[in-house]
């Protein structure tokens, strides 16, 4: 466990002017879908309240809200256990994502003014000066900023706050498919087919296009998760061998 904890401690941030129970939470949730804390592993209360430096209390009340988001499993006489992220996950997700992001581009299409417009294009130029550059980190974070920003001009917050829940449990597979050369190239592109979809108001283009870059993303990340698991076989086969 402290090969770890260190990372996991750094999201327990204890200073941030929140509810105690709120931040061991959000440190908690963000540690697993970060893939911080392994896998498998088992999350035991009173090492974690330990290391943590807080009561068992919110630590129990975190996992409970983690566990009802599906992200742990609590096995009897054992504890909490972190699950598995499988492609029947991901086929999931990105049904609802296809549905949620498709909404938000329509809205943001009515709404979107030339100055909304301006900001989407400068971005992309950024971004595009970032690949030049060899800046692959900024790279990732300005395709976050691109989608986000659709969601702000959708003017849909609610819609947003689901959505985003939902990306944060792709975000590690995500990161990993766009560090692929062809694969961020191709999603920029598309990124910049989108903008031009919102701003010629093409409603029946950008539903297509939206669902054939998901799709793409999809693929990426699932071949992932299945590179993950033929790799997790082959260490206990050595194991076991």
């Not at 941030?13 to 929140?18: P, T, V, Y």
């Not at 009340?61 to 988001?69: F, T």
């Not at 910049?192 to 054939?212: A, G, P």
């Not at 990340?221 to 194991?239: G, V």
Request: aromatic share 10%; hydrophobic share 40%; with cysteine.
């Amino acid at each position: 466990m402290n090969d770890y904890m260190k990372e996991v401690i750094k999201h327990v941030d204890l200073s941030q002017d929140m509810p105690l129970h709120q931040i061991v939470y959000l440190g908690l949730r963000t540690s697993i879908i970060k893939g911080i804390i392994p896998v498998g592993e088992r999350i035991n209360e009173k090492k974690y309240s330990l290391e943590l430096n807080v009561s068992r209390t919110p630590i129990r009340e975190a996992l409970y809200r983690i566990q009802a988001e599906g992200l742990i499993e609590h096995v009897p006489n054992y504890g909490f256990v972190i699950k598995k992220f499988t492609e029947k996950d991901a086929e999931e997700i990105y049904k609802l994502r296809v549905s949620l992001d498709t909404l938000a581009a329509l809205n943001a299409m009515e709404l979107m003014n030339d100055n909304d417009f301006k900001e989407m294009k400068l971005l992309l130029d950024k971004t595009e000066e970032s690949e030049e550059n060899g800046d692959i980190a900024n790279v990732i974070k300005l395709f976050s900023d691109f989608n986000e920003m659709i969601y702000t001009y959708s003017n849909m917050p609610i819609l947003k706050n689901i959505t985003f829940s939902l990306r944060d449990y792709l975000i590690r597979f995500r990161d990993i498919s766009l560090l692929d050369n062809y694969r961020r190239k191709k999603a920029f592109d598309e990124h910049k087919l989108i903008y031009y979809c919102l701003r010629d108001k093409d409603d029946k283009e950008i539903t297509l296009l939206i669902k054939k870059h998901l799709d793409y993303s999809k693929k990426f990340i699932i071949e992932e998760i299945k590179r993950k698991d033929e790799s997790t076989i082959w260490i206990r086969y050595w194991l076991i061998h």
